[in-house]
């Protein structure tokens, strides 16, 4: 006998909000500020973000395998973006991964890729938009982390401009599919960012410097480094700072009834500012804890948020405030 309609419908229905479920669940397993920030969005932005944060992180997995050859992680990377542009099925990447990685030590990850048909499923419930949007990131990200798989060294990438192509690729892009997502689902927010996708590309390279300079003591204990060899730690914090004098100008982009999506760039950008600034304020250090935001910190900015996004003035108040040991390193 025939299972009726509505009991097929309600069924789809009930795996769908498991699928979801999941992803919220793995993204406060793996990503503490991203946890934070994604929920802040409009519920149908909410779930194309998430779900590219996830397919990014298990590409970032395997490019952090220090365990991986360098083809391991190249063959990898290719099977990953193979099913996700749907030319392979999920676990012809699953199996694999897991097996390459089975002395890995983040379980909480090992388990986002063992969940990959998941995460798959839920990319495939979103607009044809947003779908091609996701897969153009993921494309970009994967083929350009294969690319510097064997760039990994101590002494770090070449120069400026070999950085330069490494923060977008693994971060420039984000922003980039951050701007086609939030055009896709408001109108004025197009009008709004026509002829300003280099302020895109800037607020993800600036969220990525803070994790490269953030993370530098960890990346340096394992031998690689992603700084340029030939530029200086006060070099790099001038880059970043004027990277985040565009990603405000992207911010105030954003209209004020688009509340949930200001607050989301505000908050990570307003987070990197103050670890940047902190950073800033050492000649150096051997862990990032040492530099790392505390909990009370992070949430009594969160609740400042709140505020700060219906006023341009009190942002801009924020952020003159807050680089005040980045400015010292700003071009006079």
Partial sequence: MQQPTSSLNASFTDSQAQDLAYQKTILRSVSRTFALTIPLLPPAIEKVVGNTYLLCRIIDTIEDAASLSVST????SKLFLDCVLERLPAQDFVNPCLLALRDYGNLDELDLISHTPTVLRILHT??????????????IM?????????????????????FEKYCYVVAGVVGELLTTVFSNHSPTLSKSFLGKES??????????MTNILKDSPEDK???????????SQADLLQIAYEKLQDSLQYILLVPKQDSGIRRFCFLAFGLAVMTLSKIAQRTEFNNKNEIKLSRRTVM??????????HSDLLM???FHHSSKALRKFAKT
């Fill in 316 to 318: 801009k108040i924020f």
């Fill in 221 to 231: 204990a394992r031998g690689v480094s992603w700084k340029p060899a030939n530029m």
């Fill in 199 to 208: 302020l895109a590309i800037a607020f993800g390279q600036a969220l990525q």
């Fill in 300 to 309: 009594a900015f969160y609740t400042f948020t709140s505020v700060a996004i």
């Fill in 126 to 139: 979103c607009s044809k938009k947003d779908q091609a949007a996701v897969s153009r990131c993921v494309s």
């Fill in 142 to 162: 994967s083929d350009g982390m294969s690319y510097f798989h064997d760039k990994q060294t101590q002494a770090g990438l070449q120069d400026l401009k070999e």
């Fill in 73 to 76: 992680k190249q063959e990898l």
